[in-house]
């Protein structure tokens, strides 16, 4: 698997200035991309995905198929659906996943819940091209925001069939190579949010933003990111902000997602979801103390902890 980050930020994004300096570790927001086998896996679309758009189109990937995990509706994790060139190619397939909302749990069909969400926010005034008229097609499922639920793709010629967890049975036939297990992780967070699990063959990766720190370490973690090869946390504030009134925004610390890492027994580490009031000088000391942190626990894993940085791949 290969991670590409395009978006790092929490809240809102937080472009460079003179005395502001973001470049090393990024200004736009939340947008990761992986790269299961055949598997193209979209993380959230805050303003990073302008440029994972941008990515894509250079790469000349067109008429393909993307699975796009929504983890939440704030619109730092929403806002770059309107700017993200793929969506508006035809013959690209986007299979969007997010969770109902809290009091839209009647809405029949279920899953036009997540259409409905997207469709606020490009609704007139708001933005000139509705959500429903972005020519990619565009295939949403809804989850429970509250239970974890599993779900598979299998590919097949460069395209992807969703299985639900009633049909797992399928899978069994499936070579390894061609299928993609995706798990739900229900996180604290204010209006819901889910984190998402990936396994692919002998890979595993969990993608867990944004989350409150008040139930750390969060047991639905624990037990679903058991032994993951990397999961990506919520680290926002630093201790000291996290002991104020930020405490109820639905953010953690990057000593804490050690504490998680620790308790899940993930093999490596990587915090994201920077405060947008913190600029390099601020973040760049919270990574170095954060590493300190985790040395001193002299535990096997995670082996490692690092600071998501925008425009950077990881191998996972
Ligand atoms: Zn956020
Ligand atoms: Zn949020």
């Not at 969770?99 to 409905?116: H, Y």
């Not at 047991?219 to 630093?238: A, E, F």
Request: neutral net charge; proline residues 6%.
């Amino acid at each position: 698997m290969k991670l590409h980050v395009f978006g790092v930020r929490g809240s809102l994004p937080a472009p460079s200035a003179k005395n502001f300096n973001t470049s090393i570790y990024g200004g736009n927001t939340t947008c990761c991309y992986l790269q299961a086998g055949p598997f193209r896996i979209i993380f959230d679309m805050g303003s990073g995905a302008r440029m994972l758009g941008n990515h894509l189109m250079k790469k000349g990937v067109i008429g393909k198929n993307f699975i796009f995990l929504l983890t939440h509706y704030h619109s730092d994790h929403i806002q770059g659906i309107g700017f993200c060139v793929p969506f508006y190619i035809k013959s690209n397939t986007f299979f969007i996943h997010g969770f109902t909302p809290e009091g839209r749990e009647n809405i029949d069909p279920l899953r036009n819940v997540v259409l409905q969400a997207l469709g606020e926010q490009q609704a007139s005034p708001f933005f000139p091209v509705p959500h429903s008229l972005l020519p990619a097609r565009k295939i949403y499922n809804a989850h429970n925001r509250m239970f974890s639920e599993t779900f598979y793709y299998l590919h097949r010629n460069d395209n992807y069939f969703f299985i639900s967890e009633k049909d797992s049975a399928e899978t069994a036939s499936i070579e390894r190579q061609d299928l993609l297990k995706i798990t739900t992780i229900p996180l604290h967070h204010p209006n819901g949010c889910l984190g998402y699990r990936i396994d692919y063959g002998d890979e595993s990766f969990a993608f867990c933003t944004d989350n409150e720190p008040l139930a750390y370490p969060n047991h639905q973690i624990n037990t679903i990111c058991k032994d993951v090869d990397v999961i990506v946390l919520d680290g926002q504030y630093t201790a000291e902000q996290l002991s104020g009134p930020t405490q109820t925004y639905g953010h953690g610390s990057p000593e804490l997602c050690v504490d998680q890492a620790i308790a899940c027994g993930a093999k490596k580490l990587m915090i994201t979801h920077m405060d947008p009031a913190h600029d390099d000088k601020n973040v760049a000391p919270m990574e170095v103390e954060c590493k300190t942190y985790l040395a001193k626990k002299k535990k096997k894993t995670p082996a490692s902890v690092e600071f998501a940085k925008e425009g950077k791949s990881w191998d996972i």
